[in-house]
């Protein structure tokens, strides 16, 4: 009975992780299609955090990113010193801290958003348009590498369908990544850029959340059995 808070307390910081990815999307796909002036066609979702409004998706960033951290501690309590158990919480905190950068440090003005700014890249980027892209990748590699590390964690589990997935995962990302990264060089056209940072984004964070599900309910399920096994 003594552990049954701290185990609580586990599952209630993977449930951080569950919760992270599905508020991100919702709230940006919400700004999408009620945002004056924006086209998400044609900007990319950083750029939400520009404008009067801009504080809803600098929010939306941090808060997401808080929960990722609080999930990589809660991945900690549960998988520590077991497979994955090290880096697999050092990659998502990572990915927790990447997205809070990429809030606190907000891109420029560009492809005509917000209503009057030039078309196209900034010419002049500012410094903290670079953090920005410095906290994307800090975010991309963690969760690039974390898919590989529960790969092989399910993998050694024997759990074939979840090692797929998470293998599928890391190798997609850093391919559309390599695509939206060719396309920001030309400066061009913005439309393929923001469709694939999108798909990014819904890939890379509906996989973390997917995987707080499947490890919460492997946690939970873990704490029934030695419940069990104590009072048989």
């Known amino acids: 009975m003594s552990n049954l808070p701290q185990q609580q307390l586990t599952r209630a910081l993977l449930a951080c992780g569950m919760l992270a990815g599905p508020l991100f999307l919702l709230v940006v796909i919400i700004q999408d299609y009620t945002r004056p002036g924006f086209d998400p066609r044609v900007h990319p979702l950083s750029m939400l955090s520009l404008g009067e409004l801009g504080w809803i998706q600098i ?12 999930f990589a501690v809660g991945l900690r309590r549960a998988l520590h010193p077991g497979p994955g158990g090290t880096w697999g919480p050092l990659l998502i905190g990572a990915y927790g801290i990447g997205l809070i950068g990429a809030g606190v440090f907000v891109s420029d003005p560009a492809w005509g ?36 590390v529960f790969a092989r964690r399910f993998a050694a589990q024997g759990a074939r369908g979840w090692a797929a997935y998470c293998a599928a995962t890391g190798a997609a990302l850093p391919t559309l990544y390599a695509l939206a990264a060719a396309l920001s060089d030309r400066g061009e056209d913005p439309q393929p850029l923001s469709l694939l940072l999108r798909a990014m984004a819904f890939l890379g964070w509906g996989w973390a959340s997917v995987l ?20 048989a």
Not at 59 to 70: K, M, S
């Open 113 to 148: 958003y917000p209503p009057g700014a030039p078309q196209g890249l900034p010419e002049d980027p500012s410094w903290h348009y670079v953090l920005h892209g410095t906290a994307f990748i800090v975010v991309m590699g963690g969760l690039i590498a974390a898919c590989f």
């Open 212 to 231: 707080a599900v499947r490890l919460r309910s492997t946690h939970g399920s873990a704490r029934k059995d030695a419940h069990a096994g104590a009072t």
């Open 59 to 70: 929010t939306n960033f941090v808060a997401t990113g808080l929960l990722n951290v609080a």
